[in-house]
């Protein structure tokens, strides 16, 4: 078999998503998500000046050479455009490859290891009254594991408060919009928040929380401490990673478990932090961590020291994306969650897929492939529009901090 053409598919079905479809002679025909929130031209354009060129004529089934080829190739190593571009390659290939053989996805990786992958949603309110009220609309809906983010009162805009009833959406203006901090508000606000869910939910369910890169290590130090009585099953992004160093500090004071990991892109951001023993989910995913062969080397790390996959799954990462990522979650071993947040119907529409939800479970589906399409017709409906993800300023002198 030979890949005789590739192209991208930008759209913006609500949202930005950049698709790279690969073509075979074979007729066989593969897609991954190239999705960078906020960047996302630079990826598009990575593929097409510089990869889809490279693709041209080779054996889609050599997916291995083929990553270490755009990889090594390119001289230049890792970052965000790089390792989205060299993911979308090989999430497509991984799609052919299945195609080929006739099977889904997760019966190339080693078949399922599980029956059904547990997904968490995300419950966000304007205040503690109406974030309960969404934690207890989630359980409703079946989900075992919930995200629970909060406005605080006396700041304006918080990471994580929604827009409307089921959509998060983040990159909301033409130029980033400025968001404002008070790290002592938060840090007052955030337990209280959550014993004020463990009290209406009950011990049942599975509760997160994302600090989204805010505190420093000895503030996010105490925010585990203070949420220790409530039993999260992790929070996420404490402190910015960096400098990985930072965990240990976190570590020695909290036994409130950790999730990092949605922004790195190779197994280097990920090493310390995992053999070091600094972190107990490890959060980077198919679109921006080179795909399912990369993902999976990550994996194997982590499961050497008990740390379990959680893999980042907002709406800017597209249905190609989760249902890729639901076929590595089925098959890996070391699975601990998967964040889901549904897309719109718009979304959807422009990406037909096999997966389903069902009572807080997710299924990729039988098809073979990842079960993934996308319709290119609709997709030209939706033509891109440029949006920014926040910045985020301290509120008491304007300092830009971690949005
Ligand atoms: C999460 C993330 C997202 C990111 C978004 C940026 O845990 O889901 O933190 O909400 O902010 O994906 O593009
Ligand atoms: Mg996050």
């Known amino acids: 078999m030979k890949i005789t053409s590739a192209r991208i598919i930008v759209c913006s079905p609500g949202r930005n998503f950049v698709t790279l479809k690969i073509e075979t002679d074979e007729g066989l025909t593969g897609i991954g998500d190239a999705t960078l929130n906020g960047r996302e031209l630079s990826v598009a354009s990575y593929l097409q000046d510089h990869v889809i060129p490279c693709l041209i004529g080779r054996d889609p089934h050599q997916i291995e050479d083929i990553w270490q080829y755009l990889y090594r190739g390119a001289y230049w190593r890792r970052g965000p455009i790089t390792m989205t571009a060299i993911a979308a390659v090989d999430t497509a290939l991984w799609d052919i490859k299945a195609k080929a053989a006739g099977l889904p996805l997760y019966q190339l990786l080693g078949g399922k290891s599980r029956t059904g992958v547990m997904v968490y949603g995300h419950a966000n309110g304007s205040d503690i009254e109406h974030t309960v009220d969404e934690v207890l609309r989630y359980?409703?809906?079946?989900?075992?594991?919930?995200?629970?983010?909060?406005?605080?009162?006396?700041?304006?805009?918080?990471?994580?408060?929604?827009?409307?009833?089921?959509?998060?959406?983040?990159?909301?203006?033409?130029?980033?919009?400025?968001?404002?901090?008070?790290?002592?508000?938060?840090?007052?606000?955030?337990?209280?928040?959550?014993?004020?869910?463990?009290?209406?939910?009950?011990?049942?369910?599975?509760?997160?929380?994302?600090?989204?890169?805010?505190?420093?290590?000895?503030?996010?130090?105490?925010?585990?401490?203070?949420?220790?009585?409530?039993?999260?099953?992790?929070?996420?992004?404490?402190?910015?990673?960096?400098?990985?160093?930072?965990?240990?500090?976190?570590?020695?004071?909290?036994t409130t478990p950790l999730a990092v990991g949605e922004i790195f892109n190779t197994i280097w951001d990920c090493k310390d932090l995992i053999e070091n023993q600094l972190i107990d989910f490890i959060r980077t995913t198919v679109v921006h961590a080179g795909g399912i062969s990369h993902l999976r080397r990550i994996a194997d790390l982590a499961a050497l020291y008990q740390v379990r996959t959680g893999s980042h799954g907002a709406t800017d990462l597209s249905p190609v994306c989760m249902g890729a990522a639901l076929?590595?979650?089925?098959?890996?071993?070391?699975?601990?969650?998967?964040?889901?947040?549904?897309?719109?119907?718009?979304?959807?529409?422009?990406?037909?897929?096999?997966?389903?939800?069902?009572?807080?479970?997710?299924?990729?589906?039988?098809?073979?492939?990842?079960?993934?399409?996308?319709?290119?017709?609709?997709?030209?409906?939706?033509?891109?529009?440029?949006?920014?993800?926040?910045?985020?300023?301290?509120?008491?002198?304007?300092?830009?901090?971690?949005?």
């Open 139 to 254: 359980a409703d809906m079946g989900y075992k594991a919930i995200r629970a983010q909060s406005g605080v009162p006396g700041i304006d805009k918080v990471y994580g408060v929604g827009r409307g009833t089921m959509f998060y959406e983040p990159a909301d203006a033409d130029l980033p919009s400025e968001h404002d901090w008070s790290t002592e508000k938060y840090l007052r606000h955030t337990p209280k928040l959550f014993a004020a869910i463990r009290e209406k939910l009950g011990w049942d369910h599975h509760l997160l929380h994302d600090v989204h890169h805010r505190l420093t290590p000895i503030e996010a130090a105490r925010l585990g401490k203070d949420l220790e009585p409530y039993r999260l099953f992790w929070m996420e992004d404490a402190t910015p990673a960096e400098n990985q160093e930072a965990f240990k500090l976190i570590r020695q004071h909290t």
């Open 327 to 403: 076929h590595f979650d089925l098959w890996v071993p070391n699975f601990g969650i998967q964040e889901y947040m549904k897309h719109t119907d718009e979304t959807d529409a422009v990406f037909p897929h096999a997966y389903t939800f069902k009572e807080g479970f997710m299924y990729p589906g039988d098809v073979p492939g990842h079960g993934v399409d996308v319709d290119e017709t609709i997709a030209k409906k939706y033509p891109y529009q440029r949006a920014y993800l926040p910045v985020n300023r301290q509120q008491h002198d304007g300092t830009l901090w971690n949005w």
